[in-house]
Structures are given as C-alpha cells and as structure tokens.
T-cell receptor, first 114, second 114 residues
Framework: KQEVTQIPAALSVPEGENLVLNCSFT??????LQWFRQDPGKGLTSLLL?????REQTSGRLNASLDKSSGRSTLYIAASQPGDSATYLC?????????????FGQGTRLTINP | EAGVAQSPRYKIIEKRQSVAFWCNPI?????LYWYQQILGQGPKLLIQ????????DSQLPKDRFSAERLKGVDSTLKIQPAKLEDSAVYLC????????????FGAGTRLSVL
C-alpha cells in the first residue's frame, strides 16, 4: 500500500528566504508525482507535475525534483514571498495500470513572515 | 473555462442526520473523483467515476456513504446517517484523457457534524 509522508508538518520562515519542502513515498512504482497548493477555504491548485521518467520540473520560482529509486521528492521555493503562505501537498499516482487516483501526503503548512 | 463547481460550501448537521453534496465537473471531463479531507490530513479518495460507471470505491464506507453520477455529468455524494468522524472537507475533482488526466479540484464542501 502506497504511503506518502511530508516533513515538516509546518514551517515558518522570513520573507526572501529560499526553502525546501520534502515528500517521501513508500512504493517507487509510481506513474507521476504532483505538488499542490491549498489556500484556506479553497480547493487544490496543481503547481508542478513530474512524470516518473523525469527528474525535475520548474515553474517560475518553484522547482520540484523526483528521485524515484529513493522514494523522495522536494519542492524548492526561491525568494519566498508572503503570498506563498499556504499548505503544500504532495501526491503520487500509483503505477498500477489504469489507476488514476492520487495518494496524498498530509501536507506542509508554510508561513512566510514579512 | 469554468472550473469544478461544488455546493454547498458549508454544512452543519447533527449526528445521525443525512446530508448530500453536489458536484459539477469541468465540461467534457469523463472522470470524476470524490475525496475526503479530514483536518490536518491529506485528501483520501472515496470514489472515482468514469462517465457514469464506478472505477474505484474501495475506500467508500458503503454502510453510510453513497454516490451517483447520473448521465455521466453531475454527481452527488450522500451520507446517511452521519457520524461525528465524518466532519471533513469533501473535495470533488475531474479529469480528462485529453488533458493528460490532470485532476482539477473544486473548492470543496466543509461538513461539520455536531
């Protein structure tokens, strides 16, 4: 059974710092991995999707890496801003053929202090 | 393009009452998902539909939860009778093969069972 863990559960940093969020998963047989952002009272917004054959994806100040063999992914946020404050969720899509469900971690609640 | 619509946004009920949530996916998306997100946890898949057929309902508590997707478009999720532990945010998502099966989420319905 695939399990996804995110550390830390909460993180508070001053504005302008670069930071890294961690995600680990127990079964390396994945189809892809996604990072989502969730704002209070809102749904999930997809930030980056990494296919199992890829090592990283970049979008603006965000960079996500994937090491499938070790079951790890990191989300790097450069030059953090108060608007980056949100909960960040990592989710994997199992590699079982036809399986489209996502298995989520519990999230990291990020606070950027002005 | 309109996103995934969910209603109501909030619902407060007493235990043993029944409740229903509604979801309208993005137009043309054949796959629809219902997730349950308990406070402090990541979303957990309850049920996945492909058009109006059920693909995965392995984590749906079938003694009290039911879902349907008539005509392969809108969907309703019902809880009867509700328990205290059902307090959570219920998220609906949809995806399409043309859009590479990326799941787009609605804002969710926050349920409080007293």
């Amino acid at each position: 059974k695939q399990e996804v863990t995110q550390i830390p559960a909460a993180l508070s940093v001053p504005e302008g710092e670069n930071l890294v969020l961690n995600c680990s998963f127990t079964d390396s047989a994945i189809y892809n991995l996604q990072w989502f952002r969730q704002d209070p009272g809102k749904g999930l917004t997809s930030l980056l999707l990494i296919q199992s054959s890829q090592r990283e994806q970049t979008s603006g100040r965000l960079n996500a890496s994937l090491d499938k063999s070790s079951g790890r992914s990191t989300l790097y946020i450069a030059a953090s801003q108060p608007g980056d404050s949100a909960t960040y969720l990592c989710a994997v899509r199992p590699g079982v053929q036809g399986a489209q469900k996502l298995v989520f971690g519990q999230g990291t609640r990020l606070t950027i202090n002005p | 393009e309109a996103g995934v619509a969910q209603s109501p946004r909030y619902k407060i009920i007493e235990k043993r009452q029944s409740v229903a949530f509604w979801c309208n996916p993005i137009s043309g998306h054949a796959t629809l998902y219902w997730y349950q997100q308990i406070l402090g946890q990541g979303p957990k898949l309850l049920i996945q539909f492909q058009n109006n057929g059920v693909v995965d309902d392995s984590q749906l508590p079938k003694d009290r939860f039911s879902a349907e997707r008539l005509k392969g478009v809108d969907s309703t999720l019902k809880i009867q009778p509700a328990k205290l532990e059902d307090s959570a945010v219920y998220l609906c998502a949809s995806s399409s093969r043309i859009a590479k099966n990326i799941q787009y989420f609605g804002a969710g319905t926050r349920l409080s069972v007293l």
